[in-house]
């Protein structure tokens, strides 16, 4: 993983907050505790909180490098792919206050827990050059995913995630395992043809949280790590779940890991694609590396 080592005037001091209140069951103390320690740190700070979906993308969007030397997400993974499709072009780093249920990109970069140690991440971190997915036009940071995950995402009851978190994932997974018919995917990449019954194409490696689905996969390469999952019926999917909780992924017989820039995705038209949690596409599916990148203010 490259860093790069900002000079002290280019520390962020000028930083908009995009804040998502309603991310986390108990998560405002830690925002009010990070907003503070920012301005122990003598940053100027903007805050603009959510009131819909779709905020977070256009407060990013009008950010301007004239005003800020920062932006920073509050929220979950979902609020961040937002902030990202906003901020992709205005050439300012991104920071992350986690307040989500998985928080896998704070995963993936290292983010400590306290409060004082992610605002002085924000104030005086380092910089990682990330390279983004691109789903059918829409960017995302860590991964997406076709199949079992992404019917998940799209029949999770919201109100069961906002009270039980993570618990919700699980039942939704039990409940799609046992209630869902698994389709067939036809995944076109470095020059062949796979048939998959889910599909995760990772850019990091965590995947839910700090579970390891595509274990090479890295924020700062141009490439995605694919995982194929041939099997698509009940036990068989019980087994690979297994193997990412345990993270013993690529040994498993059911399971091909290919790296690609590149992919094509058919399967039913109209089945959903998932992308850091939350539904961004639909079938059929191309994925490759934007051309265009984002700096994430990561620990030293």
């Given at each position: 993983?490259?860093?790069?080592?900002?000079?002290?005037?280019?520390?962020?001091?000028?930083?908009?907050?995009?804040?998502?209140?309603?991310?986390?069951?108990?998560?405002?103390?830690?925002?009010?505790?990070?907003?503070?320690?920012?301005?122990?740190?003598?940053?100027?700070?903007?805050?603009?909180?959510?009131?819909?979906?779709?905020?977070?993308?256009?407060?990013?969007?009008?950010?301007?490098?004239?005003?800020?030397?920062?932006?920073?997400?509050?929220?979950?993974?979902?609020?961040?792919?937002?902030?990202?499709?906003?901020?992709?072009?205005?050439?300012?780093?991104?920071?992350?206050?986690?307040?989500g249920t998985a928080n896998v990109l704070a995963a993936e970069i290292l983010l400590p827990f306290r409060p004082r140690a992610i605002a002085a991440v924000i104030a005086?971190?380092?910089?990682?050059?990330?390279?983004?997915?691109?789903?059918?036009?829409?960017?995302?940071?860590?991964?997406?995913?076709?199949?079992?995950?992404?019917?998940?995402?799209?029949?999770?009851?919201?109100?069961?995630?906002?009270?039980?978190?993570?618990?919700?994932?699980?039942?939704?997974?039990?409940?799609?395992?046992?209630?869902?018919?698994?389709?067939?995917?036809?995944?076109?990449?470095?020059?062949?043809?796979?048939?998959?019954?889910?599909?995760?194409?990772?850019?990091?490696?965590?995947?839910?949280?700090?579970?390891?689905?595509?274990?090479?996969?890295?924020?700062?390469?141009?490439?995605?790590?694919?995982?194929?999952?041939?099997?698509g019926a009940p036990w068989t999917t019980m087994l690979n779940i297994l193997g990412i909780l345990r993270g013993k992924i690529s040994g498993m017989a059911n399971v091909?890991?290919?790296?690609?820039?590149?992919?094509?995705?058919?399967g039913p038209p109209g089945d959903p694609v998932q992308g850091d949690g939350d539904l961004i596409a639909c079938l059929p599916l191309e994925i490759r590396i934007s051309?265009?990148?984002?700096?994430?203010?990561?620990?030293?």
């Amino acid at each position: 993983m490259v860093k790069s080592h900002p000079l002290e005037g280019q520390r962020p001091k000028r930083i908009l907050i995009i804040h998502n209140p309603t991310a986390g069951r108990c998560c405002r103390g830690r925002f009010l505790k990070v907003k503070g320690e920012l301005e122990r740190l003598g940053c100027e700070l903007t805050v603009k909180a959510t009131t819909r979906r779709g905020d977070a993308e256009a407060f990013a969007r009008e950010a301007s490098r004239d005003l800020l030397d920062a932006v920073v997400a509050a929220g979950g993974d979902g609020t961040v792919s937002e902030v990202v499709n906003g901020l992709l072009g205005r050439n300012l780093p991104l920071g992350i206050i986690p307040l989500g249920t998985a928080n896998v990109l704070a995963a993936e970069i290292l983010l400590p827990f306290r409060p004082r140690a992610i605002a002085a991440v924000i104030a005086e971190g380092d910089r990682l050059h990330c390279h983004l997915g691109l789903a059918n036009g829409r960017l995302f940071t860590m991964m997406a995913g076709v199949g079992l995950d992404a019917h998940v995402v799209k029949n999770i009851s919201p109100r069961l995630k906002k009270w039980i978190g993570k618990g919700a994932y699980a039942w939704a997974t039990l409940r799609e395992l046992f209630c869902h018919t698994a389709n067939r995917y036809q995944v076109t990449l470095a020059g062949r043809t796979f048939s998959a019954a889910s599909v995760v194409i990772g850019k990091g490696h965590f995947y839910g949280g700090r579970y390891i689905c595509t274990p090479d996969a890295r924020l700062d390469r141009a490439s995605f790590q694919v995982c194929l999952f041939k099997g698509g019926a009940p036990w068989t999917t019980m087994l690979n779940i297994l193997g990412i909780l345990r993270g013993k992924i690529s040994g498993m017989a059911n399971v091909t890991l290919v790296e690609t820039d590149r992919l094509l995705i058919e399967g039913p038209p109209g089945d959903p694609v998932q992308g850091d949690g939350d539904l961004i596409a639909c079938l059929p599916l191309e994925i490759r590396i934007s051309e265009k990148t984002i700096d994430l203010l990561v620990p030293a």
